[in-house]
């Protein structure tokens, strides 16, 4: 192998000095590329008029290794959506789509270090823009801005928005029927509100300063009077736990249970919630709409017993907490589940007159084309009220959107991002654009169960709802009042079963814990201990628990603390005295005493059998109530033969359920009197037949001679 020549010595010795050199001053930072910053919306105006500024926030997060020495942000925006279709398609641009017009911001002297974000804004007017400058058409018009280097050279982020762009007054609205369901998972256990060290339990924190149901209700009660009417749909299980909370309540902490006085800062806040929630219901503006007490998905229930306890308790919390009696007039089935079968059995309750259902129960028509609720047009199904038939009277209501309902769902699970709130809002125009001078038409708007705004997006929503020019909000009642007409829709026969849905031994078991906590009902404890324990039932059939194993294990556990608390109950019950009694004679008293230690007067069986014929027992069945304490039972005995007898003491409910049992002894000393009437006769006849023998002996002559 040859030495290399002297110009290849020369070339590696100068990469040998560049490696060194790069060795001490380090590797200079590479540009940033497409993908390397990220915008966030911060704020934006719902809609724009021609004069008012675009006053959207951004937040620009950078996160590439090197430091964002100033930047440029390009705003472009397309042509409108023409359908609902088309306004799907534009919440993501392409960047080589073709803009109607554009306009740039210059940042020079804003750096955003590596993994640093800065918060800008877009304060120049819409009309900047020229394509928007020049129209008079209303629509929804995608918006794209696009963060690019200093020199404006590489596209390194983009975001796109919906701008609801009015140039001219709005002279017919679109009629929404906003309904506000507020939900959440149940936190009060049969122990109390569990709760880690550094969180509070669920319901702690939604009524907290700054929780989510407390700014539902403060963002409801600052509404601007008349302008927004809604119905409001409160859980009743929730609206009881915030009650529960605002008189103080056990908090369990690491297993440890300390009690929170109703001075303390949460109870105030649950106090200062409640009476919004009091204030909102009282206006006109507001309807209450009825939810089952625990959000069940009525076509799984059961029997129509489980669909009629969750409604009485619905009603009943509804009057405790907030005074209020509106009746299952008007119900809303959870995510509008209903079917043929689950409908006509409500009808029979007198319930549901008016609802709300979701397409997916709905059977298609034929042809959709042909279904009109107004001369003005055909086939938009959504926007008219529904008319619901059965065998024993129709209901009426509306069907809910498809489209605005799965856009709210992704705000649900975004509830602090402001862009998936203004796609719904832009949502609710497109409905509007689509027939901008059509005659009366009318939306349903539902809040999903689980969305849980933080205040600002709360007073948002309320804000816009009542304000937005291309929207007029009315009452379900008003909503169904406003001239439209209704479609005949059919409901099917059986709602499909649902994928998330526990199995049958889940409900088995809840119902079982149900049937427990009825029976120990008949025995007629204090009121609210039984109301607690059927309403805890009530609970775990809830399909807020439906999902994941950890869950459904979570809402079984409700039905299982009630049925142990029952047996708990049970416990204290039980039979006292001897368990050898002996009878001295013929009759006698069982000296047995009911022993109650539960703390109040329950009603009771208590049974005495045996299956000898010998022994018979006053009074073998006792029906009556039992004070605290021990109670002689007023029992006799009566053998009719020595020996000892078996006899099974069973306490039962009222209903027959099993309380407790036990066997005691009877022994009986006292002779048979058929047995004493023999011997005595046999013992007689000996005693005559000898004496007989010595008197005829006696009497006899002597026939010895003398000697």
């Known amino acids: 192998m040859s030495w290399p020549p002297r110009g290849a010595r020369r070339a590696c010795r100068a990469l040998l000095a560049a490696v060194l050199i790069v060795a001490v001053i380090g590797v200079p930072a590479r540009a940033q590329t497409t993908g390397d910053v990220d915008l966030y919306l911060v704020e934006q105006p719902v809609w724009h008029e021609p004069d008012d500024p675009f006053g959207i926030r951004l937040r620009v997060t950078n996160r590439s290794s090197a430091t964002l020495e100033g930047f440029r942000l390009l705003v472009r925006v397309f042509d409108r959506a023409r359908s609902r ?74 975001l796109t928005t919906q701008l609801i762009y009015l140039p001219t007054d709005v002279e017919r609205p679109l009629h929404i029927v906003p309904v506000w369901q507020l939900v959440d998972l149940p936190s009060r256990t049969r122990r109390g509100y569990e709760a880690d060290d550094d969180r509070g339990s669920a319901a702690e924190d939604a009524v907290r300063e700054g929780g989510w149901a407390r700014g539902v209700a403060d963002a409801l009660t600052s509404a601007p009077g008349e302008r927004l009417r809604l119905g409001f749909a409160p859980l009743p299980r929730l609206v009881e736990e915030i ?237 169904l009042h406003l001239g439209i007409g209704a479609v005949e829709r059919e409901l099917v026969p059986q709602a499909p079963p649902l994928r998330s849905a526990p199995d049958a031994d889940f409900v088995e078991a809840v119902e079982a814990a149900g049937d427990v906590v009825e029976s120990f009902a008949r025995m007629n404890p204090p009121l609210p201990m039984i109301q607690r324990l059927r309403r805890d039932v009530l609970t775990a059939q809830s399909r807020l628990w439906w999902g994941n194993d950890e869950s459904v294990e979570r809402g079984a556990a409700f039905a299982q603390d009630a049925r142990a608390e029952v047996e708990d109950e049970l416990a204290k019950i039980t039979i006292g005295g001897r368990q050898d009694i002996t009878l001295t004679s013929r009759t006698g008293d069982i000296p047995l005493d009911l022993v109650n230690d539960a703390g109040y007067p329950v009603s009771l069986e208590v049974t005495l059998e045996t299956s000898d014929r010998d022994l018979r027992v006053s009074d073998p069945l006792i029906r009556r109530s039992f004070d605290p304490g021990a109670s002689p039972l007023p029992l006799r005995a009566t053998a009719r033969s020595s020996g000892i007898f078996p006899v099974g003491v069973t306490v039962r409910s009222p209903d027959g359920f099993t309380v407790y049992q036990t066997t005691i002894r009877i022994r009986s000393t006292e002779f048979n009197e058929i047995a004493l009437a023999v011997t005595l006769g046999a013992l007689g006849f000996l005693v005559l037949f000898y004496a007989g023998r010595r008197i005829r002996r006696r009497g006899a002559p002597d026939d010895t001679d003398p000697a």
């Open 85 to 158: 279709s088309q306004f799907e398609e534009n919440f993501e641009i392409d960047a080589a789509r073709f803009e109607a017009s554009s306009h740039s911001v210059e940042f020079p002297d804003t750096d955003v270090p590596a993994g640093a974000s800065e918060i800008v804004e877009l304060s120049s007017p819409v009309s900047d823009l020229g394509s928007l400058a020049t129209t008079t058409t209303a629509g929804i018009y995608p918006l794209t801005v696009t963060v690019t280097d200093a020199g404006g050279f590489t596209r390194l982020g983009d």
């Open 243 to 479: 009650a529960d909370l605002s008189d103080g309540y056990q908090r369990v902490v690491d297993g440890s249970s300390e009690a929170v006085p109703p001075a303390a800062p949460v109870p105030r806040s649950a106090r200062a919630t409640l009476e919004a929630f009091r204030a909102v219901v009282a206006r006109r503006a507001v309807q209450p709409v009825a939810l089952p007490y625990s959000l069940p998905d009525l076509p799984s229930l059961a029997e129509l017993e489980q669909t009629t306890a969750q409604l009485n308790a619905t009603q009943a919390v509804f009057g405790e907490a907030l005074g209020i009696s509106p009746g299952n007039r008007w119900l809303f089935p959870p995510a509008g589940r209903l079917d043929a079968s689950t409908l006509e059995s409500l009808r029979l309750s007198d319930a549901a007159a008016r609802t709300f259902v979701s397409p997916g129960v709905i059977e298609t028509p034929a042809f959709e084309g042909a279904v009109s609720c107004h001369e003005d047009f055909v086939g938009i199904t959504h926007t008219c009220p529904v008319v619901l038939s059965t065998p024993s009277g129709g209901a009426r209501g509306y069907l809910l959107d498809e489209g605005l309902q799965t856009r709210f769902d992704a705000v649900a699970q975004a509830p602090r991002d402001r862009l998936a709130l203004q796609r719904l809002f832009a949502e609710t125009a497109m409905i509007w654009a689509e027939l901008p001078g059509t005659a009366e038409r009318v939306v349903t708007l539902s809040a999903p169960p689980l969305w849980h705004p933080p205040p600002w997006i709360a007073r948002l929503f309320v804000r816009t709802l009542a304000r937005a020019p291309w929207l007029r909000s009315v009452t379900p009642r008003q909503g």
